[in-house]
């Protein structure tokens, strides 16, 4: 503006003149300008967020499915010597045992499709075998049909990525009839395995959800005392400003670090059991809890002064004015914050690749001291595989993880919708 | 009978001790008589409080000491004699047996541990009844103490509050332990490393290959931990990629959402937003390293770079788009912390709203962005899963965004997974750079909010 001042001109501006008008225009077109790259900041960022999701999506949602192979079982004739009266009653889990399905399967796969039969179906295909001999014995006394899945190369082709030679052989299959899709039961019921077709997220699920018991059981206490320590009896002193700040920056150390202080605390010192949910909740806790502490503050905080002073003018003592009266006020605000706390608990994966979460883990865990994987650990494992069948599983099971998140998130938001209270 | 069933026992003594309680202070109660001072349940809770705790702390400090004198009585058997001497082999068939004496394996690998596995059951039985004894005596003194003292007189409210007061500061405490113990932690390991590895040479060295050799006599490396790599890397993706996507878009979209949307359009937008913030960082990882870092390979050799799949852009882009909402909340915070008259009075001068936003909002509101941004930054460099998946391991020191690039909570991962060996400088290194990861956050963090609150006063 300075050079204007410099310049000062006598007569009055002439804003109807060509300059001006030039002026004008050039200025609402920055504005315009201006707006437009706002809106495409906005358009930019959320389409980044469907890009994602959609890309999850589209690769994730064929992993619920299976592709299913037709094999016609000759019983009677195959090597399987099995008794029907055996698998009725006790002992029937036994004489299942010793049976020799793999081999009745490679039997009835080499009779029906060639030497190379077996090939068609899922290493663990057998298991399906069995489980129908048991749901009904009275099948080893005749032929039956079956479906039982495809193997990872098939299933792939069935879902149109697959190499050219698999593409062939499911196109020869499907003109006969013989492949079919299926909702994908293992996925959901299994556990992990290193062949693609036979993965399930099942006791990945189990371990969330231990770990997510111990954390809540842990950092709610804790948290919500914290809180209500803090906000209604901590004296101002020394020790209050220590408990305050340490409080804000636990909330903002990097996750791994929470991993790291488990690693060295619970395993090095304490020799907790590696790989345990209860580990793993002992450090998501320590994590949540600031997070929970942070809600509840503001929670009571924003519970009205003269409830207080209501409770205390008819006698009642300290305790009771937080215990009967302020918390079952603030007690929505809680829940709205431990529910995001353990949303956020349940998508954290470096910790727990630091305390060992990240073996191998076939069954799901028993209890809180037996190994265990959790969901977004299984997703990491899983993306690190070589094999192209992972792909959609690993995509399936982000896709199971981010409706849980979002299903919690969601009960935050209702939560915080119908008891929110304005005074 | 197991330390599990005690504790419920004890517990199972608490409500008995409080239902007592409860009715002998009931009976004080009389139209004829003066009111007692507290309530029967405020008396139930002093009994129970007194029956259970001291017996479940007692609990808890057997808990250590039995395993200990376990361990020692099994050792002193003469089962235990034929052990192996050497120290690993002796651990693996010790806890083999204990796991056999507890249940929680059926069959042992080794045949020693089989032996021993009665010894150990024995010996826990043992103890276990010894603490049994002791615990039942604790909590019935404690019980019968407290008891004795109910009376019409007796203060039993004020004592119960003053235990609760104790719990609830105990629990406050908990937050200075966590604190205590990262640090704790961290220094005590990155100390061994420095004793191992001089600290210039960690901060200041350029070369960063932590394979140790396994054997003495074994060729090749013997471990250099120059770090700047490292740091160069964490910074390279966490504080310049991730920032260049972030600060315009966040900044953007915060200025749009708070000037120019409509209310409706906001009300969408800013959750929508939100959410990028809480999907998993896994999922950003795996979105990276299989959608987003087979593009910019393709996009570096289409322009004639040599492109690794493991790029630095990869990662810095998609932890950009993680941290678009930290920066467009704090943003949309500060903006509208500006006071409403300077708005007017850019406006009433004749301004554009896209002017009165670049000359006088954005200017009033910088401090406040300057404070998101670092926290921004603090974010970036900590987090961790997309640089794991999308990030090379190569140490690099190269500013080509197309190279690969490793960063600090990489390594932490790299070192930390597979052999840890608690005296070798490999796997000490992960708490060493912890420690500098913790520093810096932290150091970030105050000034961040240091910044903002200046700012906050200076309208208020």
């Not at chain 1, 501006?13 to 300008?33: C, K, L, P, Q, S």
């Not at chain 1, 050219?164 to 020869?172: C, D, F, P, Y």
């Not at chain 2, 330390?3 to 003594?13: F, Q």
């Not at chain 2, 910019?296 to 678009?324: F, H, K, N, Q």
């Amino acid at each position: 503006m300075t050079d204007m001042a410099a310049s000062i001109d006598p007569s009055p501006t002439d804003w109807n003149g060509e300059a001006m008008r030039r002026r004008i225009r050039r200025r609402y077109a920055a504005e315009r300008r201006f707006k437009l790259l706002g809106l495409a900041a906005i358009l930019v960022s959320a389409g980044f967020l469907a890009f994602l999701l959609v890309t999850m999506f589209s690769n994730g949602i064929s992993g619920f499915a299976r592709s299913e192979v037709r094999l016609d079982v000759d019983f009677p004739r195959s090597s399987l010597f099995l008794d029907p009266a055996a698998l009725e009653g006790f002992g029937a889990d036994q004489a299942l045992a010793g049976a020799d399905f793999p081999e009745a399967l490679n039997e009835a796969a080499q009779a029906q499709y060639g030497d190379s039969g077996r090939s068609l179906f899922s290493e663990g295909a057998w298991i399906g075998l069995r489980d129908a001999v048991r749901d009904d014995p009275s099948l080893l006394g005749r032929r039956a049909t079956l479906w039982l899945p495809a193997s990872t190369a098939i299933d792939i082709a069935a879902k149109g990525e697959g190499e050219a030679e698999a593409e062939r052989l499911k196109a020869r299959l499907a003109e006969a009839g013989r492949v079919r899709t299926g909702i994908n039961w293992t996925f959901l019921r299994g556990s992990d395995s290193t062949d693609p077709s036979a993965v399930g997220i099942w006791g990945a699920f189990k371990g969330s959800l231990l770990t997510m018991i111990v954390t809540l059981l842990i950092a709610f206490p804790i948290g919500v005392l914290s809180a209500v320590y803090l906000e209604e009896y901590a004296p101002r002193n020394r020790w209050t400003d220590m408990i305050e700040v340490s409080i804000n920056n636990l909330a903002a150390v990097p996750s791994i670090i929470f991993g790291l202080l488990g690693l060295a605390i619970f395993l090095n010192v304490m020799h907790l059991p590696r790989s345990a949910p209860l580990v793993g909740g002992l450090t998501l806790a320590l994590m949540t809890m600031p997070v929970i502490v942070i809600a509840g503050r503001n929670a009571i905080k924003s519970v009205p002064p003269s409830i207080r002073d209501a409770a205390l003018g008819i006698g009642a003592s300290r305790i009771q004015v937080v215990f009967h009266h302020v918390l079952p006020l603030a007690l929505p605000g809680i829940l709205t914050g431990t529910i995001i706390g353990m949303a956020r608990a349940l998508g954290e994966t470096a910790p727990l690749l630091m305390i060992g979460m990240r073996a191998f883990v076939a069954a799901p865990p028993g209890g809180f001291a037996d190994p265990a994987s959790v969901l977004p650990v299984q997703i990491f494992l899983w993306s690190d595989e070589v094999s192209r069948g992972f792909v959609e599983k690993t995509s399936a099971a982000i896709i199971v993880l981010l409706v849980f998140l979002l299903a919690m998130n969601g009960l935050a938001i209702y939560l915080r919708n119908k008891f929110e209270r304005r005074w | 009978m197991s330390l599990g069933a005690i504790t419920l026992l004890i517990l199972g003594l608490g409500v008995v001790a409080w239902l007592a309680a409860r009715a002998r202070a009931a009976a004080f109660a009389a139209p004829d008589r003066p009111r007692p001072h507290s309530l029967p349940g405020q008396h139930g809770w002093y009994v129970a409080l007194w029956t259970a705790v001291p017996a479940l702390i007692f609990l808890a400090i057997w808990r250590q000491v039995s395993g200990n004198l376990i361990y020692a009585s099994v050792m002193a058997s003469p089962e235990a004699a034929a052990l192996p001497a050497f120290d690993m082999q002796r651990q693996a068939i010790l806890s083999e047996a204990y796991a056999l004496a507890t249940g929680r394996a059926e069959t042992a690998f080794n045949p020693q541990a089989g032996i021993l596995a009665p010894v150990y059951e024995s010996a826990i039985g043992f103890y276990n009844w010894i603490g049994l004894a002791v615990a039942l005596l604790v909590a019935f003194a404690g019980g019968a103490w407290a008891y004795s003292r109910v009376s019409p007189q007796f203060r039993a409210r004020t004592r119960v509050e003053r235990i609760i007061m104790m719990g609830l500061l105990v629990a406050s405490l908990i937050a200075i332990l966590t604190t205590l113990g990262i640090v704790l932690s961290l220094l005590f390991e990155s100390l061994r490393f420095f004793s191992m590895v001089s600290p210039v040479e960690f901060l200041f060295g350029l070369n960063w290959s932590p394979q140790m050799a396994i054997r003495a006599d074994q060729a090749g490396s013997s471990g250099a931990f120059g770090a700047i790599p490292l740091f160069w890397g964490t910074i390279f993706i966490g504080a310049i990629i991730a920032m260049i996507v972030a600060i315009p878009l966040g900044l953007m979209s915060a200025i749009y959402l708070t000037q120019y949307a409509s209310s409706r359009l906001r009300a969408w937008m800013k959750p929508l937003l939100e959410i990028l913030a809480g999907v998993p960082t896994v999922v950003y990882g795996y979105f990276a390293a299989l959608t987003v870092a087979p593009a910019v390979r393709d996009l570096g050799l289409s322009i004639g770079i040599p492109a690794s799949t493991e790029s630095a852009l990869a990662a810095g882009l998609v932890m950009g788009i993680m941290i678009i909402p930290f920066v467009s909340s704090m943003a949309d915070d500060s903006i509208a912390a500006v006071p409403q008259a300077m708005r007017d009075g850019s406006l009433a001068m004749g301004a554009t709203t896209s002017e009165t936003i670049r000359k006088v909002l954005v200017p009033a509101a910088l401090p406040g962005v300057v404070g998101g941004v670092l926290l921004a930054v603090s974010r970036a460099i900590g987090e961790t899963m997309i640089v794991v998946m999308a990030a090379g391991l190569a140490a690099n020191l190269t500013a080509n965004p197309f190279d690969s690039v490793t960063t600090v909570t990489t390594q932490i991962v790299q070192l930390l997974t597979g052999d840890q060996e608690f005296d070798s400088p490999k796997t000490l290194a992960a708490f060493a750079l912890g420690l500098v990861l913790f520093m810096v956050t932290l150091a970030l963090n105050i000034v961040a909010l240091r910044v903002v609150k200046k700012y906050r006063e200076a309208y208020d």
